[in-house]
């Protein structure tokens, strides 16, 4: 199955029955499917892709993991285990998902990183940098103050704390590359980023303050474009050429 249109419409078909069974309360066939379309997306660039990158290998691969790990304990725990057993099983997939999704963030940061020039970055986007810093300051705030009274242990609250801080440095990572390279390629993976964000901010709110079916279709759906947009940036070459025109507009020597 190397045809594109195929890949393409499977996580349509996907897509559209999470939202069918989602708004029917079918939750546990509509949490299935919703967790299924990333790995299939992964399997569509395994297959598909003539020119693979590592890091973004790495990345589509630990979130799937994690994606199929959490659907795969719901079920043992849902039909199986006992409540009190339930418990512990959900710890492990609590804590052995987020860390996949961590590091899934971690080697996408670093494919971004690798595109852009720090010294140039620290030299020509100073203001970019302090603003960037100050906002997801306070956005990395708001959301731990939104979670914490929900959260049982010290732990919790870290590793909450250490998700939310890869997922604003991923974003700023993006936009930074965006304005240092200002092409195609990098705008895909800026808006990948972006969307990303949003989907995990609607996570947060659906996990922590209202599990209204809206908020969880609106997570998989910015979820979804979100690898739409990393997807097609992967098959972008990067012309390997610096928006100097940014550059000399933001350094003091004109």
Not at 100 to 118: A, C, D, E, M
Request: glycine share 2%; proline share 1%.
């Amino acid at each position: 199955m190397t045809n594109p249109k195929v890949w393409a419409s499977f996580v349509l078909i996907v897509y559209v029955l999470f939202i069918i069974f989602q708004i029917s309360n079918e939750f546990n066939i509509a949490f299935f499917l919703d967790s299924i379309l990333v790995p299939i997306i992964t399997m569509a660039y395994i297959i598909l892709a003539k020119r693979k990158n590592i890091y973004f290998l790495l990345f589509l691969i630990c979130y799937s993991v994690s994606d199929i790990l959490g659907v795969t304990m719901h079920y043992i725990l849902f039909y199986n285990v006992p409540f009190e057993e339930s418990l512990i099983f959900y710890e492990y997939d609590y804590y052995i998902g987020s860390f996949l999704y961590i590091l899934g963030y971690t080697f996408l940061l670093v494919k971004i990183s690798k595109t852009i020039n720090l010294k140039h970055v620290l030299k020509n986007f100073k203001i970019h940098l302090i603003v960037l810093t100050f906002l997801n300051i306070y956005l990395i705030y708001v959301l731990q103050f939104f979670v914490k009274s929900e959260l049982e242990f010290d732990y919790e609250y870290f590793t909450e704390f250490v998700y939310n801080v890869i997922i604003f440095v991923l974003l700023s990572a993006a936009l930074l590359a965006y304005f240092y390279r200002d092409s195609k390629k990098s705008l895909f993976l800026f808006l990948g980023a972006l969307l990303i964000v949003f989907s995990e901010v609607m996570d947060i709110a659906y996990n922590y303050i209202d599990q209204r079916v809206l908020i969880n279709v609106l997570a998989s759906t910015f979820c979804l474009l979100a690898f739409y947009f990393f997807y097609k940036q992967s098959s972008l070459r990067d012309n390997g050429e610096v928006n100097k025109s940014n550059l000399y507009a933001f350094s003091d020597e004109k």
